[in-house]
């Protein structure tokens, strides 16, 4: 259901949406000039009590929250109106909807404005894979390698619905909860998604340059096509996921903690270094499939479709050469199972579960749009 809904908020809108650490810095400095932030309100749309925080963005908080009439736990999404950049979460709602409906994409359950915030409220997952990442500081290839194929899962269909994603990072993919959801990564954040195609013709969008426009998205993930003014295409959110992988596999990249007198001065180093630091280089002493993976990305145009299969693939082989096999186990199995990690009821029933078989089963979700 859907309150006060909004327009579809113009793509150019979001163009200059640098989001990244300056960015957040630079939120903090300017938050003294900014009227005081009031409460959340304690229950949304008269039947979901709001609980603890559940994790921050740039410009939202998500809350874990009680329907009042199922007893389950689900997640809200609140956007304070008069924060920078308002109204972006309208807009994402839009995107979420356009994307929804199957496996590894929250639903969204509600969405509207109460007093000073515009809600979402979503399906409730577990812990994201930065969180994850800040306590084990690297993971093993075999859990980067089964949470990399779903990741790529993601993007496909993101993609295949005419939508780039361009906000990549291990913050906006969510672990699922409960026995089997607890293994599956899900896409969340659709606060920076552009639509690359015309939604009646269906023709891709033109590629446009424009040199020293800031970059959308998170820099230290950011293609060198971002960084040099291209417009993004399906093969940037590629590219990026390959960074996020080195990343987690690593516990560095190259141009992490450079520093500079200012942002642009900092972004310019990044894409140096990011130029200077070869594949092979950047993958040393990991399974030569990565540099292939990247290989394959760079080699694309911007109008080409990714051979997501053939990526997977590539993340399977280096799998199967290091003599390890796909068994579901990640790095963290054997920590508790993140059900009872957000403060919900533990003997509620796995409700989540339900919705991911509705959804494997294809049974389509009723909106109230
Ligand atoms: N449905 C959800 N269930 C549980 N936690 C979530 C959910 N959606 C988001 N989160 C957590 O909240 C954080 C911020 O949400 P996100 O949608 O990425 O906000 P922003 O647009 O401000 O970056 C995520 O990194 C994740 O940790
Ligand atoms: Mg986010």
Redesign the pocket.
């Known amino acids: 259901m859907r309150e006060n809904s909004g327009s579809r908020n113009s793509n150019s809108s979001y163009e200059e949406n640098v989001e990244n650490e300056d960015a957040l810095s630079m939120d903090a400095e300017s938050s003294s000039s900014t009227p005081r932030k009031p409460s959340p309100p304690k229950v949304v749309a008269n039947r979901y009590r709001l609980g603890k925080l559940?994790?921050?963005?740039?410009?939202?908080d998500?809350h874990f929250a009680t329907d009042k009439v199922t007893g389950d736990g689900v997640?809200v999404?609140l956007e304070w109106k008069r924060a920078e950049k308002t109204n972006k979460l309208i807009g994402e709602v839009d995107f979420y909807e356009d994307v929804q409906n199957v496996v590894g994409i929250?639903r969204v359950h509600w969405s509207g404005s109460k007093g000073e915030y515009n809600i979402m409220v979503?399906?409730?997952?577990g812990p994201?894979l930065?969180?994850y990442f800040k306590k084990r500081k690297r993971f093993s290839l075999k859990t980067v390698v089964m949470l990399g194929r779903q990741m790529i899962e993601r993007l496909e269909h993101v993609h295949d619905c005419g939508v780039l994603y361009r906000d990549i990072k291990p913050?906006?993919f969510?672990m699922g909860r409960g026995e089997k959801g607890c293994g599956r990564v899900h896409l969340?954040?659709f606060?920076l998604c552009k639509r690359y195609r015309d939604e009646k013709t269906g023709t891709h969008c033109k590629m446009r340059h424009s040199k020293g426009r800031g970059v959308t998205g998170t820099v230290r993930y950011s293609s060198i096509n971002i960084h040099e003014g291209y417009d993004a295409s399906r093969r940037d959110d590629l590219l990026a996921l390959g960074y996020v992988f080195l990343h987690l596999l690593r516990g560095d990249l190259p141009w992490l903690g450079l520093k500079a007198k200012n942002k642009k001065a900092k972004h310019e180093l990044i894409r140096k270094k990011k130029i200077e630091t070869s594949d092979e280089e950047l993958c040393a002493g990991w399974p030569q499939e990565f540099v292939q993976y990247f290989k394959h990305c760079k080699s694309l145009d911007f109008y080409d479709r990714p051979d997501y299969v053939t990526l997977r693939g590539l993340l399977d082989s280096a799998l199967v050469r290091s003599g390890q096999f796909n068994d579901g186990q990640y790095d963290w199995t054997s920590m508790e199972c993140q059900t009872r990690s957000h403060g919900e009821r533990s003997d509620s029933k796995d409700s989540k579960e339900t919705v991911a078989e509705t959804l494997d089963t294809g049974r389509k979700r009723k909106h109230g749009k």
Do not use: E, F
Not at 54 to 60: A, E, K, N, V
Not at 122 to 125: A, F, I, N, Q, T
């Open positions: 559940l994790g921050s963005g740039s410009y939202s998500v997640a999404k929250p979503l399906d409730l997952l994201s930065d969180n913050h906006n969510v969340v954040d606060g």
